[in-house]
């Protein structure tokens, strides 16, 4: 823009200002037609007649009776309140006794030693009957004497399960006496 078409714009607008400036202050507008009338307390008031079916007083009214049963409480206190006191009970609190399970499971075998091939994913366990007699080899998912299965096998113990009922047991190694 040129500083001819600046002055110009400017011009105009300096017109435009004085002219509406003018008209505000000098009667353009008048003091009856912006102040809003006074009610007088005389007056009849009267509601438009348009019902709302939307609108349920019934819960209306119910929300409007509610009242706060909490504990008061400052919003803008950050410690709490004291808890509330208990009710005094005339006879004391016995905990039940906590419900009794099977009884351990017990293997009438001892976990004695493993095998392993080369890379160590098949492990066979050695468990030795109760007097030593018999010695038994199994992996894992195998079954042995009869009623338990080898579910895993680590290096220091064996998990044992009862195959009729589902309970587990944990054999640990135990280390040959050095009598033999």
């Known amino acids: 823009m040129t500083p001819?078409?600046?002055?110009?714009?400017?011009g105009v607008l300096v017109a435009v200002l004085a002219a509406t400036a003018f008209n505000i202050y000098r009667g353009g507008l008048s003091q009856e037609a912006t102040a809003p009338q006074p009610l007088s307390p005389d007056a009849h008031f009267t509601p438009l007649g348009v019902d709302n079916p939307a609108l349920r007083l019934d819960i209306l009214?119910?929300?409007?009776?509610?009242?706060?049963?909490?504990?008061?409480?400052?919003?803008?206190?950050?410690?709490?309140?004291?808890p509330p006191q208990p009710p005094p009970s005339q006879q004391p609190v016995v905990a039940p006794p906590p419900p009794s399970g099977p009884p351990p499971l017990m293997v009438d075998a001892k976990y004695f030693g493993y095998v392993s091939d080369y890379g160590g994913s098949h492990r066979r366990a050695f468990f030795a009957t109760a007097n030593n007699d018999d010695v038994i080899i199994a992996g894992e998912g195998d079954t042995f004497l009869g009623r338990f299965r080898v579910v895993r096998l680590?290096?220091?113990?064996?998990?044992?399960?009862e195959v009729a009922t589902g309970r587990r047991a944990t054999l640990t190694l135990e280390e040959p006496s050095p009598n033999g």
């Open 154 to 161: 680590t290096n220091t113990t064996a998990d044992v399960e």
């Open 4 to 10: 001819r078409n600046k002055s110009i714009v400017l």
């Open 61 to 82: 009214k119910r929300f409007l009776a509610l009242e706060y049963k909490g504990v008061p409480r400052s919003i803008f206190s950050a410690t709490l309140p004291p």
